[in-house]
């Protein structure tokens, strides 16, 4: 038990940042642009209890990626409805990469006051403090969930930049698929090869680049985080 508390404590912070404040960049945009819902709806916050959905939530701490509640957005207050859903659909995933940024940057620093205080060797050998591990589930939480809302299928903001892109016939074709989109998403997840073949490879090799040579110190967080 006391374990299984450790656990959460670590990621619940570094969870809950990356998921409530990609759904409020999708709303603090899109207000740039023109739509206030998500500020009339009480979206534009960082209470928590106004974005977490339930199953999303536990999703993270099992399965490691999880989702919220979608911030309400109405294209039809928009100017140029077609293009600037294009920006408001990048700024949820814009802002786990900058997250992913400032937590490898924490994890370079913590990981360069390790060898000054301790020497290398020893740094090296020694198993991540609770901060540390929190900056490295930081760092790999944000990689992925940019990552995996970049999936072209909506309603992943993916899915809604290609339908920005696309010639409008081709994407009310698209836009088709976003009933059952999150299902098609499951099942490419769970019942296929894409995550072994293309995602995770991608997602690994996006913070074996940030953290550098702190990778360790993220592998170690994840193999705690998610070991039985």
Known sequence: ???VISKITIMLVPALLAIILHEVAHGYIAEQFGDPTARLLGRLTLNPLKHLDPIGTIAIFV???GW???VPVNPGNFRRPR???IWVALAGPTTNFILAILSALLLRGLGWLDRSSIGEV???NSFSTPVEMMAGFSLYINVLLGIFNLIPIPPLDGGRVLTGILPERQAALISRLEPFGFVLILF????TDIWALLLGPIINFVVVFMAGDEVRLVEQA???LFSQ
């Open 1 to 3: 038990m006391e374990e």
């Open 63 to 65: 399965f490691g990626f």
């Open 68 to 70: 919220a509640r979608p």
């Open 122 to 124: 020893q740094a090296y």
């Open 83 to 85: 293009r600037d859903m």
């Open 188 to 191: 490419l997840v769970f019942f």
């Open 222 to 224: 994840i193999h705690f």
